[in-house]
């Protein structure tokens, strides 16, 4: 079964600072997807990011961008010029042939001023 | 992405009783999941429904407990049956869309706030 790691509990950066968000997962499949999902109090899960493990270029959506290691099974996320809407939860998921989301346990992201 | 909607979105039930909760999406879609997510802690599935057919069940949640149905391609239910304090967690569901050559990202409605007293 995949396995999804997220090592950080909480996370805190500056405004207008970048920070980075860890997650490793474990898999032997070789076509799969890996995502940044973002959860404000609000509790929507709004979608970051989404990278396709067959593609080597790592994704980037604006503000936000991955560094994706496939050998090492890393995935994390850059969040650049931070801005106070970005205090959430974030959680990495997986999904591979199955069409299943597996979450890691989540990293709080605190922004200060 | 999509539009995906919840109803309730919160709510105050006591032990014993069920409480049905509705997910509504903008288009058709062939599958949609339900997810729980108890205090503090990540998602996990419950179910994926698939217009049609019986729902698939992951290990750890039976029909009995957490009836589905999906009656058309844009609309799904899942109901809590007898309660109890345990079942307290945000159900969310989500559907499947493409950005690639398959139906690859999930997308999630706001989620529904269950507090069973």
């Known amino acids: 079964a995949q396995t999804v790691t997220q090592s950080q509990p909480e996370m805190s950066v500056q405004e207008a600072e970048t920070v980075t968000l860890s997650c490793t997962y474990d898999?032997?499949?070789?076509?799969?997807?890996l995502f940044w999902y973002k959860q404000p109090p609000s509790r929507q899960m709004i979608l970051v990011i989404r990278q396709e493990a067959y593609k080597q270029q790592n994704a980037t959506e604006n503000r936000f961008s991955v560094n994706f290691q496939k050998a090492a099974k890393s995935f994390s996320l850059k969040i650049s010029d931070s801005q106070l809407g970005d205090a959430a939860m974030y959680f990495c998921?997986?999904?591979?042939?199955?069409?299943?989301?597996?979450f890691g346990t989540g990293t709080r992201l605190q922004v200060t001023l | 992405s999509a539009v995906i909607s919840q109803k309730p979105s919160r709510d105050i039930c006591q032990r014993g009783t069920s409480l049905t909760i509705q997910c509504q999406v903008d288009s058709q879609v062939t599958m949609m999941f339900w997810y729980r997510q108890q205090p503090g802690q990540s998602l996990t599935l419950i179910a994926t429904?698939?217009?049609?057919?019986?729902?698939?069940?992951e290990s750890g949640f039976v029909i009995d407990k957490f009836p589905i149905s999906r009656p058309n391609l844009t609309f799904s239910t899942l109901t809590v049956s007898n309660m109890s304090p345990e079942d307290s967690s945000i159900y969310l569901c989500?559907?499947?869309?493409?950005?690639?050559?398959?139906?690859?990202?999930?997308?999630f409605g706001p989620g529904t706030r269950l507090t069973v007293l």
């Open positions: 989500s559907v499947e869309r493409g950005q690639g050559t398959r139906a690859d990202t999930q997308y």
């Open positions: 429904a698939n217009q049609g057919s019986e729902a698939t069940y």
């Open positions: 998921a997986y999904d591979g042939t199955a069409s299943k989301l597996t």
């Open positions: 898999t032997s499949e070789s076509d799969y997807y």
